[in-house]
């Protein structure tokens, strides 16, 4: 605590650039990002398949990849510089002072007396803030599913499912995000300068409760949820589950077809019962087998504690960024820079902290891609070592195929951006060989060998 209060001594000084640092900071932050960008950009101009998969992949197939691969990446520059100019507008033109008003004005005209205050009226700055950001986000998000993935094959979804998921989005916001801003607020009003335990372990409790009701209640809001049907694959997956000791309580299918054919499969729910979920689109491009090694993969982070690590560094994470915030909580230098002079509320500090705090969040990106890589190799290995060498293999260049993901990446930019190794990383840490080409009519006679017409 004597640790804290010193360094927000230090920083509580009258005429502190904060505002000049924080735009330095972001535009710092920008140009670096553009940079690596540009570099990958460079990458994805190449036109010679990566020589360990010259045998796998064709150069039609390649040449969409890297195609895509530009598309996305000159989305990102135009999203990217929209992003940044609204982010340096908000801070030039004093935003936040002058939307805090405004939103003062709607509490009090539109919410009874009873329950006005600085909590309802944070309440309703950040619900406005986060309804406005949605609109105006808009027409980006409808060119990325519309124009982009479209082009490209991947958008499934209508214009009024998109929009339906806008709403539910903001109503799930709307019905979770009052009590759990009530709470955090009134932790920080009634607990003190040590706010930041009580508001960790608040923190831990909404967590855990997320990861209960995440697949009971808010995944059936935007998705359906079937059971994996009975068969060789089920069994499959119950016994590799029990060889394992995997407290397997569920085996679902979701429908991510009816928004993207990009494929994908997790696990959720608490340690003693979990359960597996399996996109449609997985098993329709996938053989049994390949299913079975995949998950086998996603059974190893488990298995080698993956999850649990991350759950206790993101909690160590988490502690610290609050400990952190307690500095800048009443740094009255820092309000002052915002135009905040008559008042200081918690939820502008917290805002205001997170500006500061920016630029810190891509050495902890680059950190945690780092760790996250590692961790990947070795759920590669486990799949390996559980006798799925070939099924992962193939498996990984098909979904490679299926989502055009690049197959080659700058260095620098796959550390700061990747949390995942590239493919040909992958295939080379699992010693695989190619021995013939990897193709969707292996998977047809697959699929027609075990009784399943998937194609």
Avoid: C
């Amino acid at each position: 605590m004597d640790v804290l209060r010193r360094l927000a001594g230090f920083l509580d000084r009258p005429g502190f650039p904060w505002k000049s640092l924080i735009i330095t900071f972001s535009i710092g932050q920008y140009f670096f990002e553009n940079y690596l960008t540009l570099r990958q950009y460079r990458v994805l101009q190449g036109k010679k398949v990566p020589k360990q998969l010259e045998n796998e992949v064709d150069q039609k197939t390649f040449d969409k990849s890297q195609d895509y691969g530009r598309a996305k990446a000159r989305y990102g520059f135009v999203s990217g510089l929209i992003n940044q100019i609204k982010s340096l507008a908000i801070i030039r033109y004093d935003v936040y002072p002058k939307f805090w008003a405004l939103t003062g004005l709607w509490a009090t005209r539109f919410l009874p007396q009873r329950i006005q205050g600085e909590i309802a009226h944070s309440l309703v700055f950040v619900f406005a803030s986060s309804f406005i950001e949605t609109i105006l986000g808009m027409p980006l998000s409808y060119y990325y599913h519309f124009v982009l993935e479209e082009k490209y094959g991947f958008n499934k979804q209508t214009i009024k499912l998109w929009l339906t998921d806008m709403v539910k989005g903001q109503a799930l916001a709307l019905a979770f995000g009052t009590p759990l801003g009530w709470g955090f607020l009134k932790i920080i009003q009634k607990t003190g300068d040590g706010f930041f335990y009580y508001l960790w372990l608040f923190a831990l409790a909404v967590q855990l409760f997320a990861i209960t009701i995440y697949p009971i209640v808010i995944v059936p809001l935007f998705n359906k949820l079937t059971p994996l049907p009975p068969g060789s694959l089920k069994e499959a997956v119950e016994a590799l589950a029990a060889r394992l000791k995997f407290p397997l309580s569920e085996l679902q299918v979701i429908d991510g077809s009816k928004r993207s054919a990009h494929s994908n499969a997790y696990f959720t729910g608490l340690p003693w019962k979990k359960k597996i979920v399996i996109y449609d689109t997985l098993l329709e491009k996938s053989s049994e087998k390949e299913v079975e090694a995949i998950l086998a993969h996603e059974l190893g982070h488990w298995k080698r504690g993956h999850t649990t690590r991350l759950l206790g560094i993101s909690q160590f994470h988490l502690f610290f960024m609050f400990a952190l915030f307690s500095v800048f909580i009443r740094n009255r230098s820092l309000y002052d820079s915002f135009g905040f002079v008559d008042e200081r509320p918690i939820m502008i500090g917290f805002l205001l902290f997170n500006e500061v705090l920016s630029p810190t969040d891509s050495l902890v990106k680059l950190m945690m891609n780092i760790l996250t890589r590692k961790m990947e190799f070795e759920a590669d290995d486990f799949s390996f070592k559980l006798g799925y060498a070939n099924e992962l293999a193939s498996s990984l260049i098909k979904l490679q195929i299926q989502n055009l993901s690049s197959m080659d990446a700058d260095w620098m930019y796959s550390s700061y951006h990747y949390s995942h190794p590239i493919l040909t990383e992958r295939l080379k840490a699992i010693g695989w060989v190619s021995k013939e080409k990897v193709s969707d009519k292996k998977v047809e006679s697959e699929a027609k060998a075990t009784g399943r017409d998937e194609l």
